[in-house]
């Protein structure tokens, strides 16, 4: 909701930032519960994949999303828009509600 409102004031980067932070807590939410190894966003990603978690396709989405809150968390603001950053926060969201109802 936080980044919601960011994104709704023009604060792309704050919002997404706060997105990819919010999707790495899940993440390590979800390593805990399938009793897999906590890293780096990466590699939990690879790890929950290879643990059955989610699919490839998962994965892929998910390491697209954690690019766009790296490009923020850089300052690399050319890398995304204000467009990247709501379907962003819609993706999150739609990953908390599939993974953690």
């Known amino acids: 909701e936080q980044a919601e409102e ?6 792309t980067t704050a ?3 706060i997105t990819r932070v919010v999707l790495e807590t899940a993440m ?5 519960e399938a009793g897999v190894s906590i890293g780096s ?3 939990m990603n690879n790890e929950l ?3 059955g978690v989610y699919n490839k ?6 390491t697209a999303l954690a690019a766009i809150g790296n490009s923020a968390a850089h300052g690399k ?3 995304f828009n204000v467009q990247d950053v709501n379907l962003m926060i819609q993706d999150v969201r739609s990953f908390l509600l599939k993974y953690f109802e």
Not at 6 to 11: G, M, N, P, R
Not at 28 to 32: E, K, Q
Not at 57 to 62: A, D, P, R, V
């Open 6 to 11: 960011l994104a709704k004031h023009k604060y």
């Open 15 to 17: 919002a997404a930032v």
């Open 28 to 32: 390590r939410d979800l390593c805990n």
């Open 41 to 43: 966003l990466e590699k």
């Open 49 to 51: 994949t290879k643990a």
């Open 57 to 62: 396709n998962q994965q892929k989405k998910i």
């Open 77 to 79: 603001t050319d890398e």
